[in-house]
């Protein structure tokens, strides 16, 4: 055992405990009669309960023999019948063994507001880890290849293996508005490990985070988790804020990268028709429906 310790510095006194790990002990088998409810298709499609009882054990090859309701039987492995066991009282002995080691750990953690963990992230404050930043050159590079990736090869066999190369995309369109917010990106990051370029504003993140909630922690773009020491600044993103941000409005804030490198805010309609082109339909090949005069006999 740990002595009680104390700490001056600190409003309260800790104690440590500590116990040694309970040793592994022998698996009993589970009894014979022990119940067990298992899904099965019913002949017609449907998956129902099926319920069995354990009606023997094979110490030799440890394997389980189940006859269910209708007569059909299996065997199964320990693993697989600790899965379909109705009840934890089935078990063979009065009380079930114990299997492994157990411990028991109590943290004392700090609750830091959103606004000094982000001055901490972005090194304004001391903390303990500031987000590391992306180069423009080396984001640009990483945009370029990526379109470069999404080029189709074709090669006409009538014209002596010359290549023709048609693109896919011409650009990529990323959206200086924050996905979390719907507004204007102040810090731009990302999660180092997420497919995706576009980023979200850090201190958005960190608010929406700030409550306990089953969807905390994750990617403003593609909901992966992230933790802070997961995320990158994206010097592309800072770069075509401070060159479009003066620009931008609600109704205009998406951005289209040219292969080349280059940016430029795109113009409304432009916006417009890339998010229907896809899946717009030529007006001639409309269904037009048929209207129908009530008013005449």
Known sequence: MTPYVQNTDLPFDVKLCCREAVRRQEVQPYGIGAKVTKFFDDGSGEMRPFSGTVVNYDSKYKLYRIVYEDEDE????????SGILVTKSDHGSEDPPTVGSYA???AICEYVEPDRLFDELTGKRVGNFVIPAQSLES???????????????????????????????????????????????????????????????????LHANKNPSAGRWRCGVCQRFLCCEDLVRC???????????????????????ETDGRWKLMEQKKVAKAETLAGSVNSKDRFEPEVIDLSSE
């Open 139 to 205: 984001v640009k590079q990483m945009a370029i290849e990526s379109l470069k990736q999404q080029t189709i090869s074709i090669v006409d066999s009538e014209s002596d293996g010359d290549e023709t190369r048609g693109n896919s995309s011409d650009c990529h369109v990323f959206s200086l508005h924050c996905p979390i917010t719907k507004t204007v990106i102040d810090t731009p990051v990302r999660g180092r490990d997420c497919s995706h370029l576009q980023c979200f504003d850090l201190r958005n993140f």
């Open 74 to 81: 299996e065997e199964l492995t320990r693993e697989e019948v």
């Open 104 to 106: 028991v750990m109590v």
């Open 235 to 257: 010097g592309l993103f800072d770069a075509m804020l401070g060159d479009l941000r003066a620009d931008v409005s609600s109704t205009r804030h998406k951005v289209s990268f």
